[in-house]
């Protein structure tokens, strides 16, 4: 099973991208859903997260600005990113905790590569 994430890219102060993360693999379940990232020099931090039933939680910094959904049947996360600042920049990884997939075995924290994104002042 893994992730894989698109829709980084370099955008100006008060733009906008949507980021977009799928898993793979004979996927039956996967529990809570999230986006990180991490800026030069710091560590990773959470951004959003939302479980498989739908609810949410935001870090206060994006809070109003950016929006997680997720489409269970594809197996896929977004995050529509809007008023950008350029304290946004960093590395976005998505991460689901737990990925069951048919036949009953169970993946833990599960990582997509990063995808940057540059926000330009």
């Known amino acids: 099973v893994q992730l894989q994430a698109s829709g980084g890219g370099l955008v100006q102060a008060g733009g906008s991208l949507r980021l977009s993360c799928a898993a793979s693999g004979s996927i039956f379940v996967i529990n809570t859903m999230g986006w990180y990232r991490q800026a030069p020099g710091k560590q990773r931090e959470l951004v959003a997260a939302?479980?498989?039933?739908?609810?949410?939680n935001y870090a206060d910094s994006v809070k109003g600005r950016f929006t997680i959904s997720r489409d269970n049947a594809k197996n896929t996360v977004y995050l529509q990113m809007n008023s950008l600042k350029p304290e946004d920049t960093a590395v976005y990884y998505c991460?689901?905790?737990?990925?069951?997939?048919?036949?009953?075995?169970?993946?833990?924290?599960?990582w997509g590569q990063g995808t940057l994104v540059t926000v330009s002042s």
């Open positions: 939302i479980t498989s039933g739908g609810n949410t």
């Open positions: 991460n689901a905790d737990r990925m069951v997939v048919r036949g009953g075995n169970s993946y833990l924290e599960v």
